[in-house]
């Protein structure tokens, strides 16, 4: 979405960034530059765990959704 202007963020678990790395150049991109990494597992977390890890990371989604898109 970034290369037609639109912002976004990638929010991927750790042991995926090498695939997330990997995979960029294929779609154009030298690296995806709103990439937020939050810890593994996030499947097994409870409803609280998940706000809690939400909580710790909306700020830094939201600079990436805003920063030099204004």
Avoid: Q, W
Wanted: with cysteine; aromatic share 6%.
């Amino acid at each position: 979405m970034e290369a037609y202007g639109v912002p976004s963020s990638l929010i991927i678990t750790e042991p995926f960034a090498p695939i997330v790395a990997a995979f960029a150049p294929t779609v154009g991109m030298a690296e995806y530059a709103s990439t937020i990494m939050v810890p593994h597992r996030v499947a097994t977390m409870d409803d609280d765990d998940l706000r809690k890890l939400a909580d710790s990371v909306v700020d830094e989604v939201i600079a990436c959704l805003t920063i030099n898109h204004r």
